[in-house]
C-alpha cells in the first residue's frame, strides 16, 4: 500500500481507492473528501500517514465533503448497533427462556430437553455470527432477572465459545451448553435464601451451598442425559490441585466440560455485582484468575477464553498510552493483548465526533495502559459520551 504522509493530507481532497487508518480498517472509501475535522483529529491521534493502494484524485467542494465525511464511521456505527440490538434481543429471550425452564422445574419437577438443546443450537449460532457482540457482557443488562437465570445463561456462552475456539464437534458443543446451563440447577434444591441470599452467609449455610452440584447430579441423572454432561454439573467447583469439592478431584480426574465450565463460573461470578459482593472488571478478574492456572483452574480452558474475549474483554472502557479512552468492539484472534478498540475520546478529554476503530499496539501511543476508573467512567458518562457509543 501507498503510505500517504501527513502533511499532504488536506482539507477537501479524494482518494481513487480505500483509505486506511490502519491495517483493514477502513477511514475514508473513495471519493470521500478529508474534512478539517478529520485532519485535526489525526493529528489528536497521532498518526503520521494513511494507507490507501490507490493516488490523490485532486479535491471536492467542502459542501460535499461535509455531508459525507463520517460515512465510514457511522458505516461501523450503525453496524455495531445493529449488532448489539440484535445481541440484547437474543439474550433477553433466552432469559425469558431460562426462567420459564427453572420455573417449571420448580413447580412439576420437569425439563423440556428438546427445547434446552434448541436454546443451546441458537446460542451457538449466535456466538458465530454475533461473536464480539453477545459477548460484550458489560453492555448485557440483567433484565431484573434472579442471577442464577443471568449466571446460567452467561456461562453458556462463554463455555460455547471456549468449545467453538477449541473445534469441538457440534454434538460435544451442545452437551457441553447443556451442562453449563444446567450447572448450578442444584441451587433450586436448596432454600430460597441459600441460593439467591442477600448477605454473608454463615460458615454452615456456605458448606450447605456446597452441596447444590450433588443435588444438581441426582437431579439431572432422573433425565436423559449423557454421563459427560452429568459430569460437568457435578464437578464444576473441582479445582486441579484437589483442593475444590464435592470430591477433592485433581486435573486428571476433572471432566473436560467441568474444566470449562470452572472457568467460565469463576469470571462471571467476579464480574457480576450482587448483594452480598462487588464486582471487578474483566481485567483484573483475568490478572487474577491467571495466578491460579495449574493449581485452580485448567490452562487450556482459561486461556481460550483470554483469546476469546481478550485481556481487556470485549466491552471494557480503556485509557491508551497517549491518554485517549475507547471501547473494546473486537478480539484479535492474534495477540489478547491487543484488541480492537473504538476511540471516544481524545487525550484532551473531548469527545469525537468521528470515532475510529484502531487496533491497539505498542507504537504510536495506542498500547493499552489499564481499565478506565470508575469514577472517571462516571464523569464521562455524565456528559452522554458512553451513552451514544454503545447503544
Not at 171 to 186: D, M, V
Not at 243 to 265: E, F, R
Request: glycine letters at 6%; charged letters at 25%; hydrophobic letters at 35%.
Amino acid at each position: 500500500m501507498n503510505k500517504i504522509p501527513q502533511k499532504n493530507i488536506i482539507d477537501g481532497i479524494v482518494f481513487e481507492s480505500p483509505v486506511y487508518l490502519d491495517k483493514n480498517y477502513i477511514l475514508l472509501t473513495p471519493e470521500i473528501p478529508v474534512s478539517e475535522d478529520l485532519r485535526k483529529n489525526l493529528s489528536n491521534w497521532e498518526y503520521r500517514e494513511l494507507l490507501t493502494d490507490g493516488a490523490i484524485e485532486g479535491r471536492e467542494s467542502m459542501n460535499k465533503g461535509e455531508s459525507t465525511i463520517s460515512s465510514a464511521f457511522l458505516d461501523h456505527d450503525a453496524k455495531e448497533h445493529e449488532g448489539l440490538k440484535e445481541a440484547r434481543l437474543f439474550y433477553t429471550e433466552i432469559l425469558d427462556s431460562v426462567e420459564k425452564m427453572y420455573l417449571r422445574y420448580s413447580r412439576d419437577k420437569h425439563l423440556d430437553l428438546n427445547n434446552i438443546t434448541e436454546q443451546i443450537k441458537k446460542m451457538i449460532s449466535m456466538i458465530k455470527d454475533h461473536h464480539d457482540y453477545i459477548l460484550r457482557l458489560p453492555d448485557l443488562d440483567s433484565y431484573n432477572k434472579e442471577y442464577l437465570i443471568t449466571h446460567s445463561v452467561k456461562c453458556a456462552l462463554l463455555a460455547l465459545t471456549i468449545g467453538e475456539s477449541m473445534k469441538m464437534p457440534n454434538f460435544k458443543l451442545i452437551e457441553l451448553g447443556i451442562s453449563a446451563l444446567l450447572h448450578e440447577i442444584g441451587m433450586l434444591k436448596l432454600p430460597d435464601n441459600l441460593y439467591n441470599f442477600q448477605r454473608q452467609l454463615s460458615d454452615s449455610e456456605k458448606k450447605a451451598l456446597t452441596t447444590h452440584t450433588i443435588l444438581g447430579y441426582r437431579l439431572l441423572k432422573e433425565f436423559p442425559l449423557s454421563q459427560d454432561v452429568l459430569m460437568g454439573v457435578l464437578q464444576h467447583h473441582e479445582k486441579n490441585d484437589g483442593s475444590g469439592y464435592p470430591q477433592q478431584l485433581t486435573v486428571n480426574k476433572i471432566s473436560d466440560y467441568a474444566k470449562i465450565i470452572s472457568v467460565v463460573c469463576a469470571y462471571d461470578a467476579q464480574i457480576t455485582d450482587r448483594p452480598h459482593s462487588r464486582s471487578r472488571d474483566g481485567y483484573h478478574t483475568l490478572m487474577e484468575m491467571l495466578k491460579g492456572v495449574g493449581t485452580i483452574y485448567d490452562e487450556t480452558a482459561l486461556k481460550t477464553l483470554v483469546y476469546s474475549i481478550s485481556i481487556f474483554p470485549l466491552g471494557s472502557h480503556v485509557v491508551l498510552e497517549n491518554g485517549s479512552v475507547g471501547i473494546v468492539v473486537h478480539t484479535n484472534k492474534e495477540n489478547p493483548k491487543y484488541p480492537i478498540v473504538k476511540l471516544l475520546v481524545d487525550k484532551d478529554q473531548n469527545a469525537l465526533r468521528d470515532q475510529p476503530v484502531i487496533e491497539t499496539r505498542d507504537e504510536n501511543g495506542f498500547k493499552i495502559l489499564n481499565i478506565l476508573e470508575e469514577s472517571e467512567k462516571k464523569k464521562l458518562e455524565e456528559k452522554g459520551i458512553f451513552n451514544n457509543s454503545i447503544t
